[in-house]
């Protein structure tokens, strides 16, 4: 991730493209290495194009007006980075959608910190909401929080109403919270990214998942039939821009 959207000032972290996706050639996502090679050429192209951008025009984003949150992306363990989301959009999608919220028992959330302690025993449920702990309570209450949840991790993230959650188990409140429960396919574009870069981070996070576990499944990406690259990479964002 180019830029550490948790510091104040913002700043810029340099990322070895070349060490990450030759770690990436190694999976293989479509049982095909030609299609392999394709699919990690074109994307290694796309973000180091975009962090190039976003490192010299950083200065022209006004991220200060607009909230935002820093969501760490996985794959498997590894952390591949940071896509900025644009809260203010997911909160006018849901208002446009009619979403309605969903109650959630404050005892699935766990401290982010926490979490990711290694000398800390499993936690009590496989599937916890992690937060951002503050030990001041929100200007805004009780608006419900937004969770993003995806089966492609073993644990969601409270995106926005952090303080809401902290606020609540600081007073050993009991109740449930409401929440908006999100999943991958919610951010439909880039509008609801900070940057281009989040943008496509977020999008080749969400691939490589895609491709992982369909190409997993049995007969799908069968070693004895013709590969068809068309038919395969138009599931991608790819197929945008680029002509297979």
Same mark, same amino acid.
């Given at each position: 991730?180019?830029?550490?959207?948790?510091?104040?000032?913002?700043?810029?972290?340099?990322?070895?493209?070349?060490?990450?996706?030759?770690?990436?050639?190694?999976?293989?996502?479509?049982?095909?290495?030609?299609?392999?090679?394709?699919?990690?050429?074109?994307?290694?192209?796309?973000?180091?194009?975009?962090?190039?951008?976003?490192?010299?025009?950083?200065?022209?984003?006004?991220?200060?007006?607009?909230?935002?949150?820093?969501?760490?992306?996985?794959?498997?363990?590894?952390?591949?980075?940071?896509?900025?989301?644009?809260?203010?959009?997911?909160?006018?999608? =849901?208002?446009?959608?009619?979403?309605?919220?969903?109650?959630?028992?404050? $005892?699935?959330?766990?401290?982010? &910190?926490? +979490? !990711? @302690?290694?000398?800390?025993?499993?936690?009590?449920?496989?599937?916890?909401?992690?937060?951002?702990?503050?030990?001041?309570?929100?200007?805004?209450?009780?608006?419900?929080?937004?969770?993003?949840?995806?089966?492609?991790?073993?644990?969601?993230?409270?995106?926005?109403?952090?303080?809401? =959650?902290?606020?609540?188990?600081?007073?050993?409140?009991?109740?449930?919270? $409401?929440?908006?429960?999100?999943? &991958?396919? +919610? !951010? @439909?574009?880039?509008?609801?990214?900070?940057?281009?870069?989040?943008?496509?981070?977020?999008?080749?996070?969400?691939?490589?998942?895609?491709?992982?576990?369909?190409?997993?499944?049995?007969?799908?990406?069968?070693?004895?039939?013709?590969?068809?690259?068309?038919?395969?990479?138009?599931?991608?964002?790819?197929?945008?821009?680029?002509?297979?």
């Amino acid at each position: 991730m180019p830029i550490n959207y948790s510091t104040p000032n913002y700043e810029y972290i340099e990322f070895n493209y070349d060490a990450f996706f030759n770690d990436l050639s190694h999976v293989d996502f479509f049982k095909n290495k030609e299609i392999n090679h394709i699919f990690l050429t074109h994307w290694k192209t796309l973000l180091v194009e975009a962090d190039i951008d976003i490192k010299e025009n950083f200065h022209l984003r006004n991220y200060e007006t607009t909230e935002h949150f820093p969501t760490p992306l996985f794959f498997y363990t590894s952390l591949i980075g940071a896509s900025a989301i644009n809260i203010d959009r997911c909160e006018e999608e =849901i208002f446009q959608r009619r979403l309605k919220p969903n109650k959630m028992g404050l $005892e699935y959330f766990c401290k982010k &910190e926490e +979490f !990711f @302690k290694l000398d800390v025993p499993p936690y009590e449920f496989k599937h916890p909401i992690l937060y951002n702990h503050y030990p001041y309570n929100p200007n805004i209450w009780p608006i419900p929080v937004i969770i993003f949840d995806t089966d492609y991790s073993n644990h969601a993230v409270t995106i926005d109403g952090n303080h809401r =959650i902290s606020y609540c188990l600081n007073i050993n409140s009991s109740q449930a919270v $409401e929440s908006y429960i999100v999943d &991958e396919n +919610f !951010f @439909k574009d880039e509008s609801f990214f900070m940057d281009k870069y989040s943008f496509l981070l977020f999008t080749f996070w969400k691939e490589i998942h895609f491709f992982l576990t369909i190409s997993n499944k049995k007969n799908l990406f069968s070693t004895t039939k013709k590969y068809n690259r068309r038919n395969i990479l138009q599931h991608s964002y790819l197929s945008n821009i680029i002509e297979f």
